[in-house]
């Protein structure tokens, strides 16, 4: 049985504690003799305290099940579960293989969780203080115009979605950039110091991104791939422009 995106994430994460668990309770159980040759209370003060630290990741597990899907207001300590998640992502990752979730079902997971997180967050910023990030693909391979390094050499000719990219970008006022690589695109964030950046790209870029750039929040939205990775992609532009308005301040919120 497939099992549904939304519920991958919460899953490798209770496996991860699980897991974690078991690997300190053995620890515990191999130092348990030297622990008590210290002191005889020591042995039942690190039993405490590892119930106590096992309690409470329990308890950021539920809390981050019940934030993907419940009201925001009942939610809690929403920082230090997306911190779990971004150390133990390798982890995750690894061991969605062993149960045979691939990595980029993990890392489409993740992406989800991550734009439920910062929903929660009520983020609101001006428009020149968003940076939209779109990879080259996004572009026709065919085109003789390349806008990498400015796509303002876009000439709107409407045989991609660059240009009604950009028609956006001057109707609601925030950067919009076209980036080669994960690289381009840290630099770009560094350079332009962004509050927010919103990022089109496939699963590996965005998953790798978010975490690159955290604790600046990043949103992200996947492109559609109609003729495989990396080759003339496009992109739901009324999903892109609902999550821009989603974040945006109104113009009363900026005059104020």
């Not at 207001?73 to 911190?83: A, V």
């Not at 997971?109 to 734009?115: G, K, L, W, Y």
């Not at 950046?197 to 750039?213: W, Y």
Request: charged share 20%; hydrophobic share 45%; aromatic share 12%.
């Amino acid at each position: 049985m497939k099992i549904p995106n939304k519920h991958i994430l919460p899953l490798l994460i209770f496996c991860s504690i699980f897991i974690i668990g078991m690997i300190f309770l053995g620890l515990f159980k191999v130092m348990y003799l030297g622990l008590r040759d210290i002191a005889p209370f020591v042995p039942y003060f690190f039993t405490g305290l590892g119930t106590i630290i096992y309690a409470t990741l329990l308890l950021l597990l539920l809390n981050g099940t019940f934030m993907l899907f419940s009201k925001p207001q009942y939610c809690f300590g929403l920082k230090y579960i997306y911190r779990f998640v971004n150390f133990c992502f390798p982890f995750m990752v690894w061991l969605g293989n062993k149960m045979g979730i691939s990595r980029r079902e993990v890392e489409r997971s993740f992406v989800d969780f991550n734009n439920t997180y910062l929903g929660h967050l009520h983020i609101k910023v001006r428009p020149k203080e968003l940076l939209v990030i779109s990879p080259h693909c996004l572009q026709l391979a065919a085109c003789k115009y390349k806008i990498t390094y400015d796509v303002q050499n876009c000439h709107r000719c409407g045989a991609c979605t660059i240009g009604a990219m950009l028609k956006m970008a001057d109707e609601m006022g925030f950067h919009f950039h076209v980036v080669t690589g994960g690289t381009l695109a840290r630099k770009l964030v560094k350079d332009t110091r962004p509050k927010l950046v919103l990022a089109i790209a496939c699963e590996r870029d965005l998953a790798s991104g978010i975490k690159d750039v955290y604790p600046l929040p990043a949103v992200g939205i996947l492109n559609i791939r109609p003729n495989g990775p990396c080759y003339n992609t496009t992109v739901d532009l009324d999903e892109v422009r609902n999550k821009i308005k989603q974040y945006l301040k109104e113009e009363k919120e900026i005059n104020e």
